[in-house]
Every structure is written in C-alpha cells, then in structure tokens.
C-alpha cells in the first residue's frame, strides 16, 4: 500500500502542490528519497527516523521509498520532514487510514520529535485553504495559518500529539489567529523642531504614495524625517497585512507567526548587494524591495549604493513587482513600495551649509551626483533641499502639530 500526503514547495508567495507518496516493501532494508530534493529534504531520512525511534517505532527492516511529486520540481527546505514521517506512520498503519484526507502538513522534525517552526506557513495555509484542504503545521507557526479560511489548522507541539490526535485520546485546540500587540508608539514629527518645508513635503509624499528625495548637509534631519513617515499613513487593510505577512513568512521574518497592520519600514545598509536588495540568493529569497512592499524602502546615503544596485529598482519602481530569474525557475515578489532616499548634495556634505565651505564645490557636487543615473532620478516625484537646522530652531518648544494631525489630513486626502 502507498501512503500519500500533501505538502507544498514555494515559488515566491505562490505554493506549488507536492505529492509525498510513501512506499514500504520486501526487500533488502534502504531508505530512499526521490523526486529532485535538495540537501535539506535528503537529510530528512535521519530526522524523520530519530523522531519515530522517540516516539518508540522503529521503521521496519524493508525497502522504503518515499517520492515527491511531480518529479521535475526541485523540492527545498525542512518542511518536508512532517509529510514524510506521517506518510510513513500511515503506510505502517500507526495512523487512521482516513487521517490525512485532505490535509496538507509541512513542519521540521527535531530529533526527540518535536516539530519546530518553519518558513512559508501562511502562504501554505493560505494554498491549502484555497484548494479546499486542511493543514498541519508546527505549534509556532499557528498564529500564523489560522488566518487562512480554510477547512481547519492543527498545531501541534510534537510528533505524538499528532498521532495521538488522530486517534483521539487527546484532541488537539486549533490554533487563534495570531496578532502583534504592544509594538510600541510611532515616531512622532513633533520630535523634529524647524524643517517645515521638508515636513510638507513628507505630508504631501504620503498623501500621493510619492517617491522622496532629500538633499541636504550631514546632520540636518534628513533620516529623522523618513523613519518618522511610517506614523502618517493608514494602517494596513486586511487585504494588505496578508499580502504583506505572506512575503514576510517565506523570508522568515514574521515575528512570532504574528500579524500586523503596520506598514513595514526597510532601511538597507549602502553596503547592501544587489539579491539583499531586489531578491535572489541560492532559494530566490525576496529582498528588501519585496519585504517594503505596501511600505517604505529608505536608502540612506543613496550615491553610496553600487550603481546596478540602484538601477535594479528601475523595474520594481514602475512594474511594482520583482523578478529573480535562474536556470532551472523563475520567481517573482510583489514590491509596491513607497522609495524615500536621503544623500548628502556632495562628497564632503557641505556644499550648501553656509556655516561650512566645500573646498571642491561645484566639482564635488557634480562627481557625487552623477553616481545616480538619469532613469533612476525620473522615478523619484519629490526633490526636497533639507538645509541645516538653525541653532535658534533648536531652542524652539516642540511644534504644535504632529504625527497624528497630519495623518489625519492625508487619510482624507488618499
């Protein structure tokens, strides 16, 4: 008899149905994993076997095979090791045969059996709920699968409790949606005193979704004023916070298996390369265009980025989308971020600082300035000229107006 599970493999936030279909049979004793699986799925025999001999079951002394289809798809990461295991509980008849109808499941196996976290639980739950189809998945991560609309989610701690769930002699709570709390206030604008101009420009920037650029000497505010943008607009929707989450659990960067409607806040180093930027990597993991997506990407110091760094956002800024290209598979994220970047107007910084005199002005300026190129420059709506805060602006009380009444007015403006 061949057991079957279902699992998935991730092609970006998209989830691609795979077969676990497990096979034991006379023979001499092997384990065996076929269907194009990577190092990590490979490594699974072991796992999956220390789990059972936890449990106290021993795989018997025959051949077993286990296939993960279809066979053409390169199957990556741990999560593989749950299907597997219960796909091997099944065909030794450890489990109800009418268990796994159904039901999807995806989670690592450490050695004692418990099954600890993995990436993508929400896009896969979000796949199985669509596919009208259940699924199992660590404890950790389900917060996280309980958002999806699906047929229902387990969540157990180990490996037994599974077992012992299905056969009924200690039923497993489905898991609550989980949802961040106590994230702390936004920064507030009132903590920046003077930098009226360069504040209109932030309210007007947030009201139209439009891409920011500051210009100014070191010093003058200029990363204050976009760390403080996140506070002037709206919350996520509900729409928005899956989409978001989604992206952010394949990277795994959610949080608890946690939720939230705030709009994400990505500052990359200028040191940063271009697949941490745009995507890529050995698995094609999304970058920190993608995890800004529905937020703000800030680059602080932009003529310091490498040039085809910068320029690899050309395509995301007009398409809202990006795409990592391989051999063997192409992936795309979505990217719907607001840029704000913040520079110096030349190399010293002191080139319109009447305090300081650039001893290279304007030769200084022109070399620094054509780091950026021209199709990069035409995406950007907004220059803003950030002048040096005045030491009489700094004695000032804080101003009247802050973060809050001017999100009030983009709110009615968007």
């Given at each position: 008899?061949?057991a079957r599970v279902w699992t998935v493999a991730f092609q970006g936030i998209e989830v691609l149905d795979i077969d676990v279909q497990v096979d034991i049979a006379p023979g001499l004793p092997a384990f065996t994993v076929v269907g194009l699986p990577d190092k990590a799925v490979a490594e699974s025999r072991e796992r999956v076997r220390s789990a059972l001999a936890a449990m106290g079951l021993a795989l018997p002394a025959k051949r077993i095979t286990v296939n993960l289809a279809p066979a053409d798809v390169l199957k990556e990461g741990s999560h593989f090791d749950l299907p597997i295991?219960?796909?091997?509980?099944?065909?030794?008849?450890?489990?109800?045969?009418?268990?796994?109808?159904?039901?999807?499941?995806?989670?690592?196996?450490?050695?004692?059996?418990?099954?600890?976290?993995?990436?993508?639980?929400?896009?896969?739950?979000?796949?199985?709920?669509?596919?009208?189809?259940?699924?199992?998945?660590?404890?950790?991560?389900?917060?996280?699968?309980?958002?999806?609309?699906?047929?229902?989610?387990?969540?157990?701690?180990?490996?037994?409790?599974?077992?012992?769930?299905?056969?009924?002699?200690?039923?497993?709570?489905?898991?609550?949606?989980?949802?961040?709390?106590?994230?702390?206030?936004?920064?507030?604008?009132?903590?920046?005193?003077?930098?009226?101009?360069?504040?209109?420009?932030?309210?007007?920037?947030?009201?139209?979704?439009?891409?920011?650029?500051?210009?100014?000497?070191?010093?003058?505010?200029?990363?204050?004023?976009?760390?403080?943008?996140?506070?002037?607009?709206?919350?996520?929707?509900?729409?928005?916070?899956?989409?978001?989450?989604?992206?952010?659990?394949?990277?795994?960067?959610?949080?608890?298996?946690?939720?939230?409607?705030?709009?994400?806040?990505?500052?990359?180093?200028?040191?940063?390369?271009?697949?941490?930027?745009?995507?890529?990597?050995?698995?094609?993991?999304?970058?920190?265009?993608?995890?800004?997506?529905?937020?703000?990407?800030?680059?602080?110091?932009?003529?310091?980025?490498?040039?085809?760094?910068?320029?690899?956002?050309?395509?995301?800024?007009?398409?809202?989308?990006?795409?990592?290209?391989?051999?063997?598979?192409?992936?795309?994220?979505?990217?719907?971020?607001?840029?704000?970047?913040?520079?110096?107007?030349?190399?010293?910084?002191?080139?319109?600082?009447?305090?300081?005199?650039?001893?290279?002005?304007?030769?200084?300026?022109?070399?620094?300035?054509?780091?950026?190129?021209?199709?990069?420059?035409?995406?950007?709506?907004?220059?803003?000229?950030?002048?040096?805060?005045?030491?009489?602006?700094?004695?000032?009380?804080?101003?009247?107006?802050?973060?809050?009444?001017?999100?009030?007015?983009?709110?009615?403006?968007?």
């Amino acid at each position: 008899m061949v057991a079957r599970v279902w699992t998935v493999a991730f092609q970006g936030i998209e989830v691609l149905d795979i077969d676990v279909q497990v096979d034991i049979a006379p023979g001499l004793p092997a384990f065996t994993v076929v269907g194009l699986p990577d190092k990590a799925v490979a490594e699974s025999r072991e796992r999956v076997r220390s789990a059972l001999a936890a449990m106290g079951l021993a795989l018997p002394a025959k051949r077993i095979t286990v296939n993960l289809a279809p066979a053409d798809v390169l199957k990556e990461g741990s999560h593989f090791d749950l299907p597997i295991a219960l796909g091997l509980l099944a065909a030794m008849g450890a489990l109800p045969e009418d268990s796994l109808v159904d039901r999807s499941a995806m989670g690592e196996l450490a050695l004692d059996g418990r099954i600890t976290p993995v990436m993508g639980a929400l896009p896969a739950a979000v796949g199985a709920a669509a596919r009208g189809r259940g699924i199992i998945v660590p404890a950790e991560n389900g917060g996280e699968a309980a958002w999806a609309d699906g047929p229902g989610v387990l969540a157990p701690p180990t490996l037994l409790a599974l077992v012992n769930h299905f056969k009924g002699h200690a039923v497993l709570t489905p898991p609550a949606p989980g949802l961040a709390e106590d994230e702390g206030p936004l920064l507030d604008l009132r903590d920046i005193k003077g930098q009226e101009t360069a504040k209109r420009a932030l309210e007007v920037a947030a009201a139209g979704g439009h891409n920011l650029l500051l210009i100014g000497p070191p010093g003058a505010g200029k990363s204050m004023l976009a760390q403080r943008l996140p506070g002037l607009l709206p919350p996520l929707d509900a729409a928005e916070a899956l989409e978001v989450s989604m992206i952010h659990s394949v990277a795994g960067l959610l949080a608890g298996g946690r939720l939230t409607r705030r709009r994400p806040f990505r500052d990359p180093h200028h040191s940063a390369s271009m697949a941490a930027l745009v995507g890529g990597g050995l698995r094609a993991r999304p970058g920190e265009a993608s995890l800004a997506h529905h937020g703000v990407l800030f680059l602080d110091e932009l003529p310091e980025f490498q040039r085809a760094v910068l320029d690899a956002l050309r395509q995301p800024l007009e398409t809202r989308v990006t795409n990592v290209a391989r051999a063997n598979h192409h992936v795309s994220y979505p990217a719907a971020f607001q840029l704000v970047a913040a520079m110096n107007p030349c190399r010293c910084g002191y080139l319109s600082d009447p305090a300081r005199t650039c001893g290279r002005a304007p030769r200084c300026a022109q070399d620094y300035q054509a780091r950026l190129s021209g199709p990069l420059l035409d995406r950007i709506d907004l220059c803003v000229e950030v002048p040096a805060v005045a030491a009489g602006d700094l004695a000032l009380p804080p101003p009247a107006e802050g973060s809050a009444e001017m999100a009030a007015r983009i709110r009615a403006a968007r």
